[in-house]
């Protein structure tokens, strides 16, 4: 609903009034006074309805889960926790991982995983304009590394070696309405958080240089709240808070004109287990 803008008019008072000479510092006390008691039924009148909070157990959720693993030479890509939510407590999550050990000759082992959990929150509408505040809580860690690579490089004019980790956790959430495709996105997504760690030896007509970027590891235990501004929402409709969450984790090396050896990766995105999950703490509808 649109805010409200209240106007005080100046009136003509009748009768016998006595002058009196007021000071600029009364005028603007009387003022603010004034605006201080009319701002809260001038809010009231802007709700226009109260605002409905839902908390765990939520009824009437459902979800939606993918997964998908690939896997090349000496890598291999690993789901080890399935998304899942209870709608009980409101915790939902995935894990996955992926590794490899260079093997060659080879042109390249790769590996990775991803996971992707949406939850479908039923909500209830006002017809009008609605504000819909979905708060979550996310636990999780993030985890990129590699090691032991030795890369010996053969020719001057082009040659190469990669060790490289990478893993990424994010979200997005949106309203739809069932009844007729509509959907509004939240103000803005969950960037989330990854890490990408490297070894990148390389010559190049005579030109060399050797890239290292540090192992990664981080623990995430952050707010991530979605608001959504709805208009023209219809009481009659059925409308659904589509939130999901995606990870992802890869690993690869390679070697062209050189010899990769004794390298490792490894990448990770736990988002479930004991103390991990990402936890629906309310939605709000105003």
């Known amino acids: 609903m649109e805010p409200q803008h209240v106007t005080v008019r100046d009136r003509p008072v009748h009768g016998a009034v006595p002058r009196r000479r007021w000071s600029a510092l009364t005028i603007a006390l009387l003022g603010i006074a004034g605006l201080l008691i009319l701002s809260p039924l001038a809010g009231a009148s802007s709700a226009g309805h109260p605002t409905i909070t839902l908390k765990a157990p939520y009824t009437g959720v459902t979800t939606y889960a993918s997964t998908s693993t690939s896997s090349s030479g000496c890598a291999m890509g690993k789901v080890t926790r399935a998304p899942s939510f209870d709608a009980t407590t409101g915790v939902g999550g995935f894990s996955m991982k992926t ?28 017809s009008g304009n609605n504000v819909i505040h979905a708060k979550w ?14 890369c010996l490089l ?49 010559c190049y007509y005579g030109n060399c240089s050797l890239t ?28 659904l808070l589509e939130v999901s969450f995606s990870g992802y ?10 010899t990769l050896s004794g390298a ?22 105003r």
């Open 99 to 126: 590794d490899a050990t260079s093997c060659g000759p080879f042109y390249g082992d790769s590996g990775g995983a991803s996971a992707g959990l949406t939850v479908f929150v039923p909500i209830p509408a006002y």
């Open 137 to 150: 809580t996310v636990k999780a860690t993030v985890t990129s590394r590699i090691g032991g690579a030795n």
């Open 154 to 202: 053969t020719s001057a004019t082009y040659s190469y070696c990669i060790s490289e980790a990478y893993s990424s956790l994010g979200a997005y959430a949106y309203l739809y309405d069932q009844t007729n495709g509509s959907y509004w996105f939240a103000d803005s997504n969950w960037a989330g958080d990854y890490t990408f760690t490297e070894l990148y030896d390389i």
């Open 212 to 239: 290292l970027t540090p192992n990664v590891h981080l623990n995430l235990d952050v707010p991530v709240t979605f608001t959504v501004h709805a208009g023209g929402l219809n009481a009659s409709h059925v409308y």
């Open 249 to 258: 984790a890869s690993v690869y090396d390679s070697a062209y004109q050189g």
């Open 264 to 285: 490792s990766e490894f990448a990770s995105v736990s988002m479930a287990g004991p103390g991990l999950g990402a936890t629906l703490n309310s939605v709000t509808i």
